[in-house]
């Protein structure tokens, strides 16, 4: 007697997905953009400490945002910058309490602070910035003027994707249901295939 075919495999057990190399976790994708990140941030870090700049990472990204984007409120500097409102909270108040940046209320809603760099911050942000580009240098060393672009012009490609998709997700149309892993596939014909009528019972 012949064993029954095993069952199909489920998601879990199924082909990789485009983020997910066939030889391991080390080659998801997610876990090769964290892994840059954090030796990224590390290195920066690291370049700031030697350099005596007195910031973290952290503090002369915020200093580019707020450079980039005078009057911008705290909320969208927490955004920008991936961090929580009470980090961001945090680093604007120190900051602002060096001088490297100042406040003012927002002309239609005064419980919003609009935040701005001061000639003091700049000067802060160009030396962490000057400290902090050989780092990138070294990143890019080991490939072509050619494939630095590339980079660039598919990391944003995959940006765009992503806010796409959640601007879809935020909409009021109701989200499409999954369809069942249990239910028959479609035949060759591209006819459904039919579920044998119950005995005794006229289909």
Known sequence: MKRAAAPTALHGD????????PDGKEEHLGYLLKRLQHSI??????RLRVAQVGLSFAHITTLFVINHHPG?????IAKAT?????TINTILRRLESEGSLERKPRPDNRRVDCWYITDAGRTQMLKARAAADPVWDNMLAPIGPDEVAELRRLLKRCIEGLEHNKATV????????P???SRPSRGVTGRNRQDPAPKGKRP
Not at 41 to 46: F, L, V, W
Request: glycine share 6%; with cysteine.
């Open 14 to 21: 199924s082909a990789p997905s485009r983020g997910q190399a």
């Open 41 to 46: 941030r590390q290195a920066i870090d690291e």
């Open 72 to 76: 911008i409120s705290g909320a969208r």
């Open 82 to 86: 991936m961090v929580t409102a009470q």
């Open 170 to 177: 935020d909409t009021c149309s109701p989200p499409v249901p």
């Open 179 to 181: 369809t069942p892993i």
